[in-house]
């Protein structure tokens, strides 16, 4: 595809960072991208014998977060096997959203290793309602139909060399707008460079291929990010964190446009990034490990790590492994040990937090909707705050106990939960 056919096509819809329907959840952080819904009338309590819709026993544990579109749910696992890694298929199962069972199952690669948290089915599948792609942890791409048809594959490693990650390859792909952008970069043990690569989401046609320089060090040039989109004076840009530097990408060439430092201010050998950019209202937000958290103005051109600053926090409760979430009016973050802050999202300044929430570590990020903050543990316990000014714990929520790494994806009014064993739909009773 030639540059300037794809750029008039992501214009288009400029205004609204996805086309999809506003009540599905497409990919990992939701319809815009930043672990927002617009659902209303959400439950905000449940348990084994409340508000729970449906609950269906998976293959095997994944950090994958299912995603939704219409009436099917699209997810990823190892085939059942050992405990503690799973089974060496790396699977993509499609869900009915009405009671959970199978419609169909196919095989992304062999291959499975355990890497500490996660598997390499950790990657979260991406749809647009008429295709639905997924990443394997081994660098191998499928997409497919909704009916489960085999589109194209394509094997990152086989094209671009081995991955060179610490801790293995954890990154979910974008899809915007019929085109996927995929993201590698790593560096601790490899001396290939990071990059970025885009694809046509329908044929699997590699769009473009581009490098992404750092100077990062040890394993700090690793990263488990996503990329987002950001929308600025009506051009579409492509934001990446990672290797100790957040960036600004032409969707339709992949060049850099911009590039922000200070992730890693002291050049330490172990900054490696797992929480992704988020994008609201004109500002980029970054994590790095623990600190400093980052937000930049959009806008500008090659190096903008003074020029377009907005703030920097460094006090307590900084995240590692959780993305955080913004309404662009107040940005909240939950750390590894479960403690949540609230920040004002135009100024840094905390408005409330560190504060305790339920007790047991933390790795899923939290989610944004209908005027609360869910935070879900390691435990599968979701506690519930009120999205304010004021630190206020609406309910604390257990299931089954089972080991979660997941993010909660809402769709059409429902909650979708994945522990290590099961997946959950919860929505609101009628009696409520």
């Known amino acids: 595809m030639e540059k300037n056919a794809l750029v008039p096509v992501l214009l288009l819809v400029a205004s609204s960072l996805l086309s999809a329907d506003q009540e599905y959840w497409p990919q990992w952080r939701g319809p815009n991208l930043n672990g927002g819904s617009q659902a209303v009338d959400l439950p905000t309590t449940w348990g084994v014998e409340e508000n729970i819709v449906w609950s269906k026993k998976l293959p095997s544990w994944s950090g994958g977060t299912p995603v939704v579109w219409g009436d099917r749910i699209f997810l990823t696992s190892p085939n059942a096997g050992e405990e503690i890694q799973g089974g060496e298929q790396l699977l993509l199962g499609c869900l009915s959203a009405v009671d959970g069972s199978v419609l169909w199952q196919r095989t992304l690669d062999e291959g499975n290793a355990y890497w500490m948290k996660h598997n390499n089915t ?24 909704v009916e489960g048809e085999e589109l194209w594959h394509y094997s990152l490693q086989e094209q671009h060399g081995a991955f060179g990650l610490m801790w293995g390859y954890a990154s979910s792909p974008l899809l915007y707008d019929g085109v996927l952008f995929v993201e590698v970069l790593h560096g601790m043990n490899t001396d290939d460079p990071s990059y970025l690569v885009a694809f046509k989401a329908a044929t699997g046609e590699v769009l473009w291929h581009r490098e992404r ?12 990010t996503t990329p987002t989109l950001l929308e600025h004076d009506g051009q579409m840009q492509i934001v990446v964190s990672g290797g100790d530097y957040v960036t600004g990408h032409d969707p339709a060439t992949g060049k850099e446009l911009w590039r922000a430092g200070g992730l890693n201010p002291n050049k330490e050998t172990n900054y490696r990034v797992a ?16 600190n400093p958290v980052l937000a930049f103005h959009a806008g500008g051109s090659g190096d903008i790590s003074e020029s377009h600053l907005a703030w920097k926090f460094e006090g ?30 135009k100024t840094g300044e905390k408005v409330w ?32 705050l009120q999205a304010g000014p004021e630190f206020k714990v609406l309910a604390t929520n257990e299931l089954d106990g089972a080991y979660t790494l997941s993010s909660l994806a809402i769709a ?19 009696q409520e």
Request: hydrophobic share 35%; aromatic share 6%; proline share 6%.
């Open 353 to 384: 937090g560190p504060e305790r929430l339920a007790q047991g570590a933390v790795s899923a990020s939290p989610v944004l909707a209908d005027g609360k903050l869910y935070v879900v543990n390691e435990d599968g316990v979701t506690t519930v």
């Open 316 to 345: 307590a409760g900084g995240p590692d492994v959780p993305s955080a979430t913004t309404d662009g009016r107040l940005f909240f973050m939950v750390d590894d040990r479960g403690r949540a802050t609230c920040l004002d999202a």
């Open 275 to 290: 929480g992704s950019p988020v994008v609201a209202d004109g500002m980029v937000y970054a994590t790095s490990r623990r």
């Open 213 to 224: 320089a750092t100077d990062a060090v040890g394993e700090s040039p690793d990263a488990y």
């Open 412 to 430: 059409e009014g429902r909650i979708y939960l994945r522990t290590e064993s099961h997946l959950y739909c919860i929505a609101q009773s009628e």
């Open 122 to 145: 950790s990657p979260s599948p991406v749809t647009n309602g008429e295709v639905v792609i997924a990443v394997a942890g081994t660098g191998m791409i499928k997409a497919y139909d």
